[in-house]
């Protein structure tokens, strides 16, 4: 290559130079600055003019295609179900045994398969805890009823001050006959309805009894039972002329089992006596007459014992 000189005169205008701008001629280019004039080109074609949106429908977002889609359906309430929460505090708590807990529980298990929200467990929880506590309450009236075993029952008693002085068996009726063999019971839990003069209790009956436990009166014991007796009439006469005709009753007939009138002795008369429904259902009239030592238990018989 050959360097050129920089402090050399320009070439004469035209050589080594190339042409101008400007149409292009055979075998010479177009000279600069003879283009077209602006404004002279061929101009843009019109283009169509923009078309108006279609007018949107009912639900439909701006700038859905072709009114095609709407909005969709709200999103499902969350939370947890009301009814549901009750369900499981009513079904742990038995109110109205348990229904309330089914019942509430039930409810919100329909309302969250229609609205999704939370809690089913708890609906659920709520019917299987209500269903227990139902038949756990049905399980217990039937133990009570069968327990009372037809009115197998007799109510237990004591003897307050007596209602009239205390005079022979035979003024207020003759007794049936109280066994002086100091006790005559094998001993064991058995029916109310088996005491008879004789037999020895472990333990003092009190209230409604089903069951007495029965020993020999050698053995430790609470009270003897020292007479019986029958009740007249075919109608219950109440519970407050039953205590009273049973009392009375007892008290008659103590002095001839313990050799002293009643409101000298230091022992307590008590007495069981039939109940409404022993006595309609078990033909019940039969009152025992019991006596207990002042300071229980004891052992031996009272009978003759002047205490």
């Avoid at 001993?187 to 005491?195: E, P």
């Avoid at 007249?232 to 002329?241: E, I, L, M, R, V």
């Avoid at 409101?263 to 007459?289: E, G």
């Amino acid at each position: 290559m050959t360097s050129q000189d920089p402090y050399a005169s320009p070439p004469p205008e035209g050589q080594g130079q190339s042409q101008p701008y400007g149409p292009a001629q055979p075998g010479q280019s177009q000279p600069y600055g003879q283009s077209q004039p602006y404004g002279q080109s061929q101009p843009y074609g019109e283009s169509q003019p923009y078309g108006a949106p279609p007018p949107y429908g009912p639900g439909q977002p701006p700038g859905a295609p072709g009114g095609q889609y709407g909005y969709g359906p709200p999103p499902p309430a969350r939370g947890t179900n009301g009814f549901a929460i009750a369900g499981l505090v009513l079904g742990i708590l038995p109110v109205l045994f348990g229904i309330l807990g089914i019942v509430f529980g039930a409810v919100g298990l329909r309302q969250i398969k229609r609205t999704g929200q939370n809690g089913r467990g708890m609906a659920l929880a709520g019917v299987i805890l209500g269903s227990l506590w139902v038949v756990v309450f049905v399980v217990v009236l039937t133990i009570a009823a069968v327990s009372d075993n037809n009115g197998t029952t007799r109510h237990s008693s004591s003897a307050g001050t007596p209602l009239f002085p205390s005079t022979s068996p035979s003024s207020s009726g003759s007794p049936s006959g109280g066994s002086s063999s100091g006790g005559s019971s094998s001993g064991g839990s058995a029916s109310v309805l088996t005491v008879k003069p004789g037999d020895c209790l472990r333990a003092e009956p009190s209230g409604v009894v089903h069951d007495v436990d029965k020993v020999p009166c050698s053995q430790s014991h609470v009270a003897e039972a020292f007479d019986s007796f029958d009740l007249s009439g075919n109608t219950y006469p109440g519970d407050a002329a039953v205590t009273k005709l049973s009392e009375s009753g007892c008290v008659a007939r103590f002095t001839a089992f313990n050799g002293k009138a009643y409101n000298d002795s230091s022992l307590q008369v008590i007495f069981l006596h039939p109940t409404q429904r022993s006595w309609a259902n078990n033909d019940d009239r039969t009152v025992i007459c019991l006596a207990e030592a002042e300071h229980p238990p004891n052992s031996g018989t009272l009978r003759g014992s002047g205490h």
